[in-house]
């Protein structure tokens, strides 16, 4: 069967649950490399992304004869793609986040034909997660963070505004800094290096 027969995905699904290598080649070389991107943005990491991928496809040909797909295929592998991307990163709060079942059903749908709502998304739980961490510091310390971080202004302006030592100032921020390290996880890199600056 050539190309344009495997394009439709119930003569391609039918193949591949009999095990036909072409048709099994065929999906790989259709959405690797997109996959693989997809998950790169998730875990931030190419070996991971690789060993992430393989393992779906792996899986998919161990468990073709049962797997149930609904919707579409793509759709099947990228939520496939997105659940080893959660695993992998083995971090509780952003787990649950992303677990809310409205929205893992809005994404594995939408992500297939939009890669950008994945970004938008994904900026916007991240987001999310970093306001909850904010709010839980005590209420000095979110006082200084927001007016650093958020507001800008410098270590000198807040302690103007304040009436406090910049020293004060200083240690607020460190520890505003050590809560948010320890609350947010591999986040909080992420954050100080790519988004915080485009968020707020």
């Given at each position: 069967?050539?190309?344009?027969?495997?394009?439709?995905?119930?003569?391609?699904?039918?193949?591949?649950?009999?095990?036909?290598?072409?048709?099994?080649?065929?999906?790989?070389?259709?959405?690797?490399?997109?996959?693989?991107?997809?998950?790169?943005?998730?875990?931030?990491?190419?070996?991971?992304?690789?060993?992430?991928?393989?393992?779906?496809?792996?899986?998919?040909?161990?468990?073709?004869?049962?797997?149930?797909?609904?919707?579409?295929?793509?759709?099947?592998?990228?939520?496939?793609?997105?659940?080893?991307c959660l695993d992998t990163l083995k971090h509780e709060k952003i787990k649950?986040?992303?677990?809310?079942?409205?929205?893992?059903?809005?994404?594995?749908?939408?992500?297939?034909?939009?890669?950008?709502?994945?970004?938008?998304?994904?900026?916007?739980?991240?987001?999310?997660?970093?306001d909850v961490s904010i709010n839980k510091l005590p209420e000095r310390c979110?006082?200084?963070?927001?007016?650093?971080?958020?507001?800008?202004?410098?270590?000198?302006?807040?302690?103007?505004?304040?009436?406090?030592?910049?020293?004060?100032?200083?240690?607020?921020?460190?520890?505003?800094?050590?809560?948010?390290?320890?609350?947010?996880?591999?986040?909080?890199?992420?954050?100080?290096?790519?988004?915080?600056?485009?968020?707020?």
């Amino acid at each position: 069967m050539n190309a344009q027969g495997l394009e439709n995905e119930q003569v391609l699904l039918a193949l591949l649950r009999e095990g036909d290598e072409r048709a099994y080649s065929y999906l790989f070389k259709a959405f690797y490399q997109a996959l693989f991107n997809y998950a790169g943005r998730v875990v931030h990491d190419e070996d991971y992304a690789h060993n992430i991928v393989q393992g779906v496809f792996c899986r998919f040909y161990e468990n073709r004869k049962k797997i149930v797909i609904e919707g579409t295929l793509k759709s099947y592998l990228y939520r496939s793609v997105y659940n080893s991307c959660l695993d992998t990163l083995k971090h509780e709060k952003i787990k649950n986040i992303y677990n809310d079942q409205v929205l893992l059903d809005f994404y594995s749908k939408e992500i297939a034909l939009a890669p950008e709502v994945e970004l938008n998304l994904r900026r916007e739980e991240i987001r999310k997660a970093i306001d909850v961490s904010i709010n839980k510091l005590p209420e000095r310390c979110r006082q200084i963070f927001v007016m650093s971080k958020i507001e800008e202004k410098s270590n000198q302006e807040i302690a103007n505004e304040l009436g406090i030592s910049i020293k004060t100032v200083e240690t607020q921020m460190r520890i505003a800094l050590a809560k948010l390290r320890k609350d947010l996880g591999w986040l909080y890199y992420m954050i100080f290096l790519d988004f915080f600056s485009k968020m707020f």
